[in-house]
């Protein structure tokens, strides 16, 4: 059974991809950059240091990739965390795992002060042991060090009894290096193929009918009867 659930952030529990990918689209135009809108938002869920890289070569990011990423960081706060807004029922969610004895975990590739905004927005301060992002760590997803962060921030769980709730193939590339399971939101907006390739068990619209699943069988909560049945297969292997 699961007893530990690492929530992502972005695109999970709150409604910002798109925000996001136009505050990145505008900073690069400053950089002398003009990127198609879908090309930015395909790489939201990656942090600065393994954003960056897919669009400026090592020498543009030498002089003046930290001087991008704070007028990215700057843009977002003034331009668009005004505007983003939690997914439904992001609250009883919590609420009803933290009674039904699951600990929680928030692993963001978000700044630290935007991830507190994000909590007061969705009214789930003191709904989860841990939290974790990416001033935290060396390296952001899809490599594993958030989650792994998280891990230990919920006293090194056996991974069979965790599982890692996120809307981007990142998400799910990061769990998986750490033997983690995945379930993949479509909230987010990225494609249900491409979530699927990178490794998650099962795919919800939001964290409304993660929700419902809770509601209706905690028991085998957050898999519905398909995706339970090819996880015992794989772990019977």
């Known amino acids: 059974m699961v007893e530990n659930v690492i929530f992502d952030v972005d695109g999970t529990l709150i409604d910002s991809v798109d925000e996001h990918a136009e505050a990145w689209r505008r900073s690069f135009i400053e950089f002398g950059r003009d990127i198609p809108f879908a090309h930015v938002r395909s790489q939201i869920g990656k942090g600065a240091d393994q954003l960056l890289p ?34 439904p029922r992001v609250k009883d969610l919590f609420q009803l795992l933290r009674k039904r004895g699951r600990k929680i975990a928030l692993a963001s590739s978000a700044k630290d002060d935007e991830l507190k905004r994000y909590v007061e927005l969705c009214g789930i301060d003191g709904l989860f042991e841990a939290k974790t ?43 998986g290096k750490l033997h983690l399971a995945s379930v993949g939101v479509l909230c987010g907006g990225f494609r249900a193929e491409d979530l699927r390739t990178a490794g998650c068990r099962t795919l919800v619209k939001d964290p409304a009918e993660l929700l419902r699943r809770l509601e209706e069988d905690p028991e085998i909560w957050p898999w519905d009867a398909a995706s339970r049945d090819t996880s015992k297969d794989e772990e019977s292997r």
């Not at 070569?57 to 003034?78: C, M, P, T, V, Y």
């Not at 056996?158 to 590339?173: C, E, F, K, M, S």
């Open 54 to 87: 897919v669009f400026f070569n090592d020498e543009e990011l030498e002089r003046f990739g930290k001087d991008l990423e704070e007028d990215r960081s700057a843009r977002f706060k003034r331009e668009f965390l005004p505007k983003v807004r939690p997914f």
């Open 133 to 175: 992002n990416k001033d935290e760590v060396d390296k952001s997803k899809p490599h594993p060090d958030i989650f792994e962060a998280a891990l230990v921030k919920l006293g090194k769980p056996d991974p069979a009894t965790v599982v890692v709730v996120g809307d981007t193939p990142y998400d799910a590339l990061a769990a």
